[in-house]
C-alpha cells in the first residue's frame, strides 16, 4: 500500500537521459505497476482532466483544472493510466489514457482464449489481454495534430485511435501513432511528455498559459526551467496525495 512516506528508487530513468534518485512512489506506481495517477503541473498544482467524460466523445482534449469536483472525481476525470506501448529505438513509449470513458470488455463466453491463430469471432474486438489473460480495457488516449504546432487549432484530442478525427490518426500505417509519447522523468521527481510525431515539442498549454481552464496542446520546447511554463513538469500524484504540498504551493 503507498502512503504519504516516500520509498527511494536508486537512479530511475524512464525514457531519457536524466538519471535521479526519486523519492515519489507515484512515478514508479504509473511507469511501473500501471496504476492511474493524477498529473499535477508544477507551476500551480493543477490537473489535468478531459475536457469531456463520457466514453462516447472522442473529439474533445484536455484543460487544466485546480479545483477537484465532486463530477470530475465521480468519473475519475482526474485519473490517467500511463501504459507501456512499446520501444522507439532503446527508449520505451507510453500511452496517455484517461480513467474517465473507461469501457470494460464483455465478458468472453466460456471456450478458448482468443489467439493469433483462433482470432476473436467476427463483430468482437479485442484490445489485447493482459498477464492473467482477461481482455484488457479500451481506455481514450491523448492524441496528437499531425501537423502541431503549426497553429493554435492543432489541440490534443482524447480518444480511441479509429474514432479521433482524421488528422489526429497516424500517419505511417499505424494508426495510434500519434498517441504514442517518450516519458522523460526531470531531475526534480517529475515528468514531462515528447510526443514520438513531434520530437522538438513537448505537452504544454495554448500561449503558455498555466492556469485554471487552460487548453492543452502542443509547444515547441525552447528551454527554460523546467517548473516553469516553457518545460512543462508534472507530478504524478496518488488520489490520497492531492493536499501534498510538494516543491510548490498547490492552489
Do not use: C
Not at 524512464?14 to 504509473?30: Q, W
Not at 485519473?79 to 532503446?90: E, N, R, S, V
Amino acid at each position: 500500500m503507498y502512503t504519504q512516506e516516500r520509498t527511494m528508487m536508486s537512479n530511475l530513468v524512464v525514457g531519457g537521459p536524466v538519471a535521479v534518485n526519486s523519492y515519489d512512489n507515484a512515478i514508479v506506481a504509473a511507469l511501473v505497476e500501471n496504476r492511474p495517477v493524477m498529473l499535477v503541473h508544477a507551476f500551480n498544482g493543477g490537473y489535468l482532466r478531459p475536457a469531456e467524460l463520457t466514453d462516447s466523445v472522442h473529439d474533445k482534449g484536455v484543460e487544466l483544472a485546480t479545483a477537484l469536483d465532486s463530477a470530475t472525481k465521480e468519473a475519475k476525470g482526474h485519473l490517467w493510466y500511463i501504459t507501456p506501448a512499446g520501444f522507439f529505438g532503446q527508449r520505451p513509449l507510453y500511452f496517455l489514457e484517461s480513467a474517465a470513458g473507461q469501457v470494460s470488455p464483455t465478458p468472453a463466453a466460456a471456450g478458448p482464449v482468443p489467439s493469433a491463430s483462433a482470432p476473436a469471432a467476427a463483430g468482437q474486438t479485442d484490445a489485447g489481454r493482459g498477464d492473467d489473460g482477461t481482455p484488457k480495457p479500451q481506455r481514450r488516449r491523448v492524441t496528437v495534430h499531425q501537423d502541431a504546432p503549426a497553429n493554435t487549432a492543432d489541440t490534443v484530442q482524447v480518444g480511441l485511435p479509429d474514432k479521433v478525427d482524421d488528422k489526429w490518426r497516424g500517419k505511417n500505417g499505424a494508426p495510434e501513432d500519434t498517441q504514442l509519447w517518450v516519458v522523460t522523468v526531470t531531475p526534480w521527481g517529475g515528468i514531462t511528455f515528447v510526443p514520438i510525431t513531434h520530437p522538438d515539442t513537448i505537452l504544454g498549454f495554448k500561449d503558455h498559459a498555466v492556469a485554471a481552464a487552460s487548453e492543452v496542446r502542443l509547444t515547441y520546447n525552447w528551454g527554460g526551467d523546467f517548473t516553469g511554463t516553457v518545460i512543462n513538469t508534472f507530478y504524478p500524484r496518488l488520489p490520497n496525495e492531492w493536499s501534498v504540498p510538494y516543491h510548490h504551493v498547490f492552489t
